[in-house]
């Protein structure tokens, strides 16, 4: 079964890209473009082995999607990934209060998104 | 029209023409035309191993094994590039949103002050621009207004 991961971001580029990105190292992609959409993926069954998300989006931001998403059993304790231009301490520590597992500041390379996404899969990739 | 008003009009337009500024970044070719070359190299490394079996022969065998490693190599690094491109697309693009709030924020009616404009800011750099544009504008108001040093000093 492909380990599928879900990207958040407001930016139609990034989350294209992000998915050429993932898709082309072999897992499986779902994307929304804000907070709001993701937790209806989730509440939809969804069950990503990762979550990658931005901080600044439109209706649900970041920071209030992790918490909603620590708030659900099944992504209690999914790896959560903060891609994001926000690259303030204080940022960074709401987003690990909220429940986020890694972080990385934008712009960053595919080598560094990989190999973090790799770290934090359950099974180590 | 009252000098306010005027003011405001003019703090709505450059807020219009900076949204207008924001949608050119949101939808810039460069990054679709690089994912689109990707897909044609794609294409075409799938059809090269056709060309080698058409024509046998270890010149050919060989070309062929070549050329599609390059394709793959160029495919990945357009997707890399591809990738830190819509990052810096991202960032630009925040930072054109921010000053179109700001300039919509300074036409509304109510004070809008520096303080207020720094709770908009997305990261690390805008903050950096905010505080050298102050810390120049502190210095020019007390260059302009310090007093003349006494004659012979």
């Known amino acids: 079964m492909m380990t599928t991961i879900l990207v958040l971001d407001d930016s139609a ?11 082309n190292a072999g897992y499986d992609v779902e994307t929304a473009a804000n907070g709001k ?12 082995s990762v979550i990658l998300t931005d901080l ?27 891609l994001t231009t926000e690259s303030s301490a204080k940022g960074r520590d709401d987003a690990r209060a909220a429940g986020a597992t890694g972080w990385l500041t934008k712009p ?18 | 029209m009252a000098p306010v008003e005027n003011d405001r009009l003019v ?8 949204a207008a500024v924001r949608e050119r970044i949101e939808n810039s070719e460069t990054i679709d035309l690089m994912w689109r070359t990707t897909d044609v190299l794609a294409r075409l490394a799938g059809l090269v191993p056709e060309l080698a079996r058409r024509n046998p022969g270890a010149d050919m065998e060989r070309q062929c094994t070549a050329a599609i490693g390059n394709m793959t ?12 491109q819509a990052q810096r697309q991202d960032f630009t693009r925040q930072m054109a949103d921010c000053v179109a709030i700001a300039l919509a ?43 003349p040093s006494p004659a012979g000093s």
Do not use: W
């Open chain 2, 11 to 18: 703090l709505i337009i450059l807020a219009a023409q900076v």
């Open chain 1, 56 to 82: 600044n989006m439109p209706e649900m931001d970041g920071i209030e999607f992790i918490k909603g998403a620590r708030k659900s059993a099944a992504t209690r304790f999914t790896p959560i990934i903060v």
């Open chain 1, 13 to 23: 580029p990034m989350l294209m890209s992000l998915t050429r990105i993932l898709k």
């Open chain 1, 108 to 125: 960053t390379e595919p080598a560094e998104l990989l190999s973090t996404v790799k770290r934090l899969l359950p099974s180590h990739g």
């Open chain 1, 37 to 48: 959409l993701g937790m209806s993926k989730l509440a939809g069954g969804l069950k990503p």
């Open chain 2, 73 to 84: 190599d160029i495919s990945k690094s357009l997707d890399d590039m591809a990738f830190v």
């Open chain 2, 105 to 147: 924020r300074l036409a509304a009616p109510g004070n809008f002050a520096p303080d207020d404009l720094a709770k908009l800011y997305v990261c690390a750099e805008q903050r950096e621009t905010h505080d050298t544009a102050l810390r120049a504008f502190h210095q020019q108001e007390a260059a302009e207004y310090s007093p």
